[in-house]
């Protein structure tokens, strides 16, 4: 599976950015899509995670009421949309694939990966 994220910017806080991830390669709609974010000096850490059937999502609590995973079978997409930015949320944003049967909110587990995506909020 490759997969390339793209929606990142330049926002102020309070504001709204979506981010999208689309996948080519093996059959999308069989994997768990995750994001993961990265800020600087920081390690990567869980975000988001959608299943493959799109039925189940889990949040990381620090976003948990302002992010919404959603996904786009039939486009082969996933998406990020958030909302009521803040400062803290300034990171690399990172798409993953994960073929197991249940979700995950381990960085590991994740077999692919995509290049991710620059989200800088401003006080």
């Known amino acids: 599976v490759q997969l390339q994220a793209s929606g990142g910017g330049l926002v102020q806080a309070g504001g709204s950015l979506r981010l999208s991830c689309a996948a080519s390669g093996r059959t999308f709609s069989r994997y768990n899509m995750g994001w993961f974010r990265q800020a600087p000096g920081k390690e990567r850490e869980f975000v988001a995670v959608?299943?493959?059937?799109?039925?189940?999502?889990n949040y990381a609590d620090s976003v948990k009421g302002r992010f919404t995973i959603s996904r786009d079978n039939a486009k082969n997409t996933v998406y990020l949309q958030m909302n009521s930015l803040k400062p803290e949320d300034t990171a690399v944003y990172y798409c993953a694939a994960d073929g197991d049967w249940t979700i995950s909110t381990i960085l590991q587990e994740y077999e692919y990966w995509g290049q991710g995506t620059l989200v800088t909020v401003s006080s």
């Open positions: 959608i299943r493959w059937t799109a039925g189940t999502t």
